[in-house]
């Protein structure tokens, strides 16, 4: 590891905030940033800094405060806000408790702030206080946990660090381990660190440089010591699976959905569904496919700051060698289920609410697949499979120069619990479609991308499918700019072909683990009388509205059935279907198909729980940036078959409701939303959606 510190980059951050907070404030963001941005010292908000400062009050005096990382903030992208400074000379004081439970300090921090609306400074604010140096540097390099987890930890940290550090054994953050660091820095205050076993490393200096760069030689001194040791030793392989991972992936992912899923008790709500993110880099192949696998599994976690997402073990399912499909549900379902048995036993056998926590197993590793972490969103799902990564490779280095021994057993239970670390994740209210995914065929048209819209505000992660590659990618960048990366797949999918639908599907479930609610969205339509009707483009509407929506329904069905969860279709059906007009026989014929096969799925699929219900549009013209394909292919003949010149046909339809009013997509978006929230116990229903045709009336 080398030291990323330029001086242009440094002058470059004095530039930017050194004028307003001071050169101290803006080389400390620098050197925090320069840590943040290296994944091997700190992943997701993990790490902190500080910085000793003086602060001038309103009344003019100068205070001596430290400016410490606030919890929830990421150092690579750290900000002066982010930076809270609290009262150096009050903290110190609290050295003399003898104990100072996390609600306690988290008042103490608080209410010692200079800014009443900073965010809460760091659960290792205390550690920062205690020592006297100005720069603070708080990591949790891989290199250093890789040589601290092992038996003998202690010694291999000075065999790879030399004497320049101290070394202090696993205390839980917070006044125990500030002390134990302190008490440690003063028994020998010629040391350039403090090796934290199963944690971390703590570099400090009187400039941001040397603190800096202090903790990255320590670093590099891990490495290479890794390196030499493990002479290229690696982990034992022994799995071999004749198929191809993706494969594997699409077809357990939304088994295994089905199974992680908690239960609610709620009958309209009955499941908390989770979001997968799926990995397989070779390196994770090579760990869950190795005979070490299932010990370093059960070995415990690197470090206590990953459990919150982790939980304190992964499952591992050894061996899966599956006969049939029926065979591998069996498989997993047995190997979930005693997961869940064993954590409630393990919160119990603590005194914990074992009834009040979600059991399910956060990572799972199956050798030959890779690794499936889920979430309740794809972010926290990403955040989740990023540690568990760095959990795999960092404990088969451990391996690799002796015995990876993971965080003790008897901190497990305390640090996974613990209120402050649990702050961390935060807890959003949660909105109707929230850990729902929704899958969009046409999802490139006006309809079809105005319900993806809809869903994503209603907190769905959307999947849309569609044949136009260019129109698609823009929805997809719009649905992602809105509301975030990993809320939305784009697919282009050929409705009319089976190969593509479920490849389309396969590509879906790999990505968000599972699919809640299937729109069947995708259509064309043709203007001519029945007498002179073109055969061929008969059979071409109803190849694309009538067997592409059988086609997205039965992958769709197949999926929802494998997960077991439940779920809804809903069909895009059509005001023609109940009031058909003249010269568009082809379009009628093939959404009066679909909304049948929809009434028919109705009755197939409620003993699973799944519900089918129908959407009749009158027309959705679309807007200028999402205008609408059908009209601009069917316009000027639906015009010239009702006696008007083509911009008057949008006027014509708003005009002859009863209610005078324009349809846009995002009406049908609300009504996916309304369905696909379970709002009402229906099934085999329609909803109009045209502001009421009295010939479209339902008889
Ligand atoms: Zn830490």
Redo the contacts with the bound molecule.
Sequence with gaps: MKSRWTEHGASEAVDRWGGQFGEAVALRLYSARLIGADPTLVLHG???VSLKDKLRTRLGDDADVIYVKGSGADLATLRPQGLPAVDLAYLRRLRCLDSLTDEEMINELRTHLFDASAPTPSI?TLLHAFLPQRFID?S?ADAVLAVTSQPDGEVVAREAMGDKVAIVNYVR?GLDLAKAVVDCYEGDPNIEGIVLLH??LITFGDDAKAAYERHIALVDACERYIEKKSRGRSLTPLFHSKEEPPTLAAGIAPVLRGLVAAQTGDEDRPYLRSVLEWRATEEVLAFVGSSEARKLAAAGPLTG?HLIHTKARPLFIENPQWSDEEGRRRRLEHAVDGYRHEYKAYVSEHGGPADQVDPSPQVILLPGVGLFCWGKTKRDARVTADIAEHTLNTQARAQAIGRYTGLPPDHLYDMEYRALQRMKLGSAGERPLERQVVVISGGAGAIGAAVAETCAAAGAHVAVTDLDEQRLSRVVQRVEQRWGAGTVLGVTTDVTSEESVTAGFDKIVRFFGGIDVVVPNAGIAHVAAIENMDVDDFRRVMEVNATGYLLFMREGIRVLKRQGLGGHIIINASKNVFGPGKDFGAYSASKAAGHQLGKVAAIELAPYGIRVNMINADAVFGDQETPSGLWATVGPERAKSRDLSEDQLPEYYRTRSLLKTRVYGHHVGNAVVFFAGNATPTTGATLPIDGGVVEAFPR
Excluded: A
């Design positions: 993990g790490g902190n290792e708080h949790h953050p944690h971390g700051d």
